[in-house]
């Protein structure tokens, strides 16, 4: 599934000419290499940020002052991330992997955003199971959030 969707991802953005970033924060890089192995990632993949630590999103990504874990961070993440890259369309993630809850939000909690030259959006989503499971969920969703959006910009 992961590997479908990045592949549908890296034949809509050749095909458009457009270029991808990411900016992960639980998800440690496994967004960027879901991407970074699809083909033909050299043409149209700019790259991502990790941003782990709340200072590194707002230093790095000018994440407000906001909880790391919400619409605003996530929407931060993800435009601001789009500009420092200098790509047409981003991805972001920033969540709860568990086991323990965080920013009073429960395990499982993610939030995601794209962005694009004209718009930033977001969604929640709640996932079950084990911190491993929710990154690979998170991973899943980030991807079919950005192949959704390439899609509806066609």
Do not use: H
């Not at 457009?18 to 290499?33: F, M, P, Q, R, Y």
């Not at 192995?37 to 630590?53: E, H, I, K, L, T």
């Not at 435009?79 to 009073?104: F, H, I, M, Q, W």
């Not at 004209?118 to 950005?146: H, I, K, M, N, Y």
């Amino acid at each position: 599934m992961t590997e479908d969707a990045a592949e549908r991802i890296a034949e809509l953005a050749a095909a458009a000419g457009s270029t991808i970033a990411v900016a992960e924060s639980l998800t440690s890089g496994k967004i960027a290499a879901a991407l970074g192995a699809a083909p033909d990632a050299g043409q149209w993949f700019r790259g991502g940020v990790v941003a782990y630590s709340p200072e590194v999103k707002r230093s790095v990504l000018d994440m407000p002052d906001v909880p790391v874990v919400s619409r605003p961070a996530a929407e931060a993440l993800a435009a601001n991330v789009r500009k420092l890259l200098g790509a047409s369309y981003s991805v972001a993630v920033t969540g709860v992997g568990g086991p323990e809850p965080s920013d009073g939000e429960a395990p499982g909690t993610v939030w995601f955003a794209t962005a694009s030259e004209t718009a930033v959006t977001a969604s929640r989503a709640e996932f079950d199971g084990e911190p491993e499971e929710v990154l690979e969920q998170t991973v899943r969703f980030a991807l079919s959030c950005l192949l959704d959006r390439l899609t509806a910009d066609r």
